[in-house]
C-alpha cells in the first residue's frame, strides 16, 4: 500500500492528530527549552563571574552569538522549507541535528580561563556553534503545527503541551544547574558547570531524538523551481511579511516578549545573590516559573477554547506584569514575596506562548489566502529571527546597565547596582508585558474568521 502525498500547496487538514504526535511535539520543547533556558540562565554568570570577563563584554559576546543566530534562521529555514519540500517531511532534519546540539552546549560550557582575548575568542566561538546547531534542530520543529493540522484549537492543543514540555525542560535545568554546580564545588565552579552541560547536553539530545521519531507527520511533497535561489525566496517572504498585518503583530509580540523575559532571566542570578543575598532560594525561584506554566498551561488553553486566542493572550499578560510588578517589592518584604511574585509571572507567562505559537500557523494561513504563498519555514525563521534578536539585545542592555551602575563580580555592590538589578528583574518586564496588551487588542484572526481561510483555500485549491 503506497502513501498518499498531498498536492502542492494545499491546506493542512483538519482532523484530529493521534497521542504519539502530539506527546512527542511536546516533549521535543523539552529538550529546546533545557538547552535554551540553561544558556538564558547561566551563560551571562559564566562569562562574568567564572570566566571573569567584564559585563560589557559577556553581553557583547552574548548579542554576537544571538544575532548570529538570528541572521542564520531564514537562511536555514530556507534549506529547511526546500528540504521538506523534496523529501516531503520536516522531522528528519530535526533528528540529524540532535547530536550536535547537545555536543555544543557541553563545549560552550567547557572553555578554559586564560588570556582576556583568547578566553573571549573561544566563548563567542562556541556560542556561534551552539546557535547554528540549535537553529538547524529548531526550525522545522517550530514549523511542524503548520504541517500537521489546520485545526485552532488542535494547534492550541499543540502549544499548550509544547509549552508543558518546555516548562519541564526549564524546570529540571533550573534545578538541575545549581545542584550539579555545588556537588561539584571542591573542583570549582568551572568544573560544576562543565558537570551540568555534560547531563544538559545529553538529556537534551536524546530527548530530540526521541521526539523526531515520535511525531507521525504527512508527507508533503512539492516541487521546487528550478530558478530558485535564496534572493527569491527571501523576497517572496517579504511580499507575504508586508500583506500580513496579523504577522507583522506577531512579530512585534515576539520582540517585546523576548526581551521582557530574558531582561528578568538573565538577571535574576544576580538579584538572588547580591539584592536579596539569598543563594539557597536559586533553585525555587529559578524553577517558580516552569511549575506555575507546567499546571495553567492546559488552563489557558481551555480559556482560549471558551473565549479566543486574543482575550487569553490578553488576560495573561496582565497576571505576568503584576508578578513583576510584585517582585519589585520582594526586597523590602520577605523572601516568600519573592516566591509568590515568579509563581504569578509563570502563570501569566504561560499563556503567551501556548496563543503565539498557535497564532503562527493560522497567519501562515491567512497570508496563503492573501499572497497565494503558502512560507512554513521561512516564516517561522522571520519569527525566530526576531526572537534570537531581541534576546541578544537584551543581554547586551543587561550587561551595559549592570556595568554603567557599577556593578563588579566579589564585592559588595553599590546601591545603583542594586537598584538595576531590581528594576532588571521587575520594572522593566512588567513595562514590556503592558506593551504587549496595547498590539495584541488588535489581532484579527480569531477561531470564526481562520476556519473560513481554511474553507476558503480548500475551495481554491478545489478549483485548480
Known amino acids: 500500500m503506497t502513501e498518499s502525498t498531498p498536492p502542492a500547496d494545499a491546506p493542512p487538514g483538519t482532523g484530529r492528530l493521534n497521542v504519539a504526535t502530539r506527546l512527542g511535539y511536546g516533549l521535543g ?47 536555514i529555514a530556507i534549506w529547511t522549507e526546500r528540504h521538506a519540500a523534496q523529501r516531503g517531511r520536516y522531522g528528519t532534519i530535526m533528528r540529524w541535528a540532535a547530536l550536535p546540539v547537545g555536543l555544543s552546549y557541553l563545549v560552550m ?43 485552532s484549537d488542535e494547534r492550541s492543543a499543540l502549544s499548550a503541551l509544547r509549552v508543558i514540555g518546555a ?51 504527512p508527507r508533503i511533497m512539492r516541487s521546487v523551481s528550478p530558478s530558485a535561489n535564496v534572493m527569491r525566496d527571501l ?13 507583522q503583530r506577531l512579530l512585534t509580540l515576539m520582540l517585546l516578549a523576548t526581551i521582557g523575559f530574558a531582561l528578568f532571566t538573565q538577571s535574576q542570578l544576580y538579584f538572588l545573590q547580591h539584592v536579596l543575598q539569598q543563594p539557597a532560594l536559586t533553585a525555587p525561584v529559578l524553577a517558580g516559573p516552569a511549575l506555575a506554566m507546567i499546571v495553567t498551561a492546559p488552563l489557558w488553553m481551555m480559556l482560549a477554547a471558551r473565549t479566543s486566542k486574543r482575550a487569553t493572550l490578553m488576560a495573561g499578560l496582565l497576571v505576568a506584569a503584576a508578578g513583576y510588578v510584585l517582585m519589585g517589592f520582594a526586597p523590602a518584604a520577605s523572601p516568600g514575596l519573592a516566591l509568590l511574585s515568579v509563581a504569578v509571572i509563570g502563570t501569566g507567562s504561560a499563556a503567551i506562548p501556548v496563543m503565539f505559537w498557535s497564532m503562527v500557523p493560522d497567519v501562515i494561513d491567512y497570508g496563503q489566502l492573501q499572497t497565494g ?57 512588567a513595562a514590556f508585558m503592558l506593551a504587549m496588551v496595547a498590539v495584541v487588542r488588535g489581532y484579527p484572526v480569531s477561531r470564526e474568521h481562520h476556519s473560513e481561510i481554511i474553507e476558503q483555500l480548500g475551495r481554491k485549491r478545489g478549483a485548480e
Open 373 to 429: 504563498l503558502r512560507v512554513e519555514a521561512r516564516t517561522f525563521g522571520l519569527t525566530t529571527f526576531v526572537q534570537k534578536c531581541a534576546a541578544g539585545i537584551a543581554a547586551l542592555v543587561a550587561g551595559g546597565l549592570l556595568a554603567l551602575s557599577g556593578y563588579a563580580p566579589d564585592i559588595a555592590q553599590p546601591s545603583e547596582s542594586l537598584g538595576t538589578i531590581t528594576a532588571l528583574v521587575s520594572w522593566l518586564p
Open 167 to 217: 516548562a519541564l525542560g526549564g524546570l529540571t535545568v533550573a534545578i538541575a544547574t545549581p545542584l550539579l554546580v555545588q556537588a561539584a564545588a571542591e573542583a570549582g565552579e568551572a568544573a560544576g558547570y562543565r558537570l551540568a552541560a555534560v547531563a544538559t547536553g545529553a538529556l537534551a539530545a536524546t530527548i530530540l531524538i526521541i521526539s523526531s521519531l515520535a511525531i507521525r507527520e
Open 235 to 247: 523576497r517572496e517572504l517579504w511580499r507575504f511579511t508586508v500583506r500580513n498585518g496579523p504577522l
Open 109 to 151: 560550557f567547557s572553555i578554559p580561563t586564560g588570556g582576556t582575548l583568547l578566553t573571549a575568542a573561544a566563548a563567542l566561538l562556541s556560542h556561534l556553534v551552539f546557535r547554528t546547531a540549535y537553529t538547524c534542530a529548531s526550525m522545522p520543529y517550530n514549523t511542524l503545527p503548520a504541517r500537521l493540522t489546520g485545526d
Open 29 to 75: 520543547d523539552f529538550g529546546f527549552v533545557a538547552a535554551w533556558q540553561g544558556a538564558a540562565l547561566f551563560l551571562l554568570y559564566f562569562y562574568t563571574d567564572v570566566l571573569h570577563l567584564s559585563p560589557w563584554m559577556a553581553g557583547a559576546i552574548y548579542l554576537a552569538g544571538m544575532v548570529w543566530d538570528a541572521i542564520s534562521d531564514p537562511l
